[in-house]
């Protein structure tokens, strides 16, 4: 009896948890940010590259969540082929986001050679622009469902001639009732 009163109990906190994180996915999409791909010369100042290292910054935690989103959406649709494609992506996501934070550390940590500086900025310009196209993959595994149409089960057939559900085709109303005795 107390198995069965502890399994009812972690399934209610198992539905709570879970219900909760369906309402955070149902929410509106996300919009999408543009990724602003413009790079800086060699010879620009630290407070340019760290300026727009954290431009950056914000573009891959946009994506990140945009990808978590479309893991929410593909569970919702319980679609197995469309949840592995975005899972496929969020690993090389968080990868790549791992690389990035590395590289924008190494970047702040204000490296006085200008050939190492250059060289930690180009990686974290590489790292977010690799997050933001795997982001770009994972929206073409969910997409829209094409075969919305295709998949209806619906026919439209031609006129009948002689359809009974248009009533009487030949105009003449009902015909009284006969006697029903030849003996009046």
Not at 20 to 41: C, E, F, K, R, W
Not at 119 to 127: G, H, L, P, R, W
Request: include cysteine.
């Amino acid at each position: 009896m107390k198995s069965l009163i502890k399994m009812w109990q972690v399934g209610l906190f198992a539905a709570i948890v879970g219900g909760g994180s369906l309402i955070a996915y149902s929410q509106a999409d996300p919009p999408v940010t543009p990724m602003p791909l413009h790079t800086l010369n060699a010879q620009a100042s630290m407070v340019e590259m760290l300026g727009h290292a954290d431009e950056l910054s914000t573009h891959v935690q946009d994506d990140l969540r945009q990808i978590k989103h479309l893991q929410g959406q593909a569970r919702k649709l319980k679609d197995v082929i469309k949840l592995t494609c975005v899972n496929d992506k969020a690993v090389a996501i968080k990868a790549e986001a791992n690389i990035f934070d590395d590289s924008l550390r190494t970047l702040r940590a204000m490296v006085p050679e200008a050939a190492a500086r250059a060289a930690a900025y180009e990686q974290v310009t590489t790292s977010a622009v690799s997050v933001h196209q795997s982001r770009v993959a994972a929206e073409g595994c969910v997409g829209e469902n094409t075969l919305t149409n295709e998949a209806s089960n619906s026919f439209a057939h031609p006129a009948f001639p002689d359809d009974p559900t248009l009533g009487d085709p030949y105009g003449n109303g009902v015909e009284p009732p006969a006697y029903a005795s030849p003996y009046n």
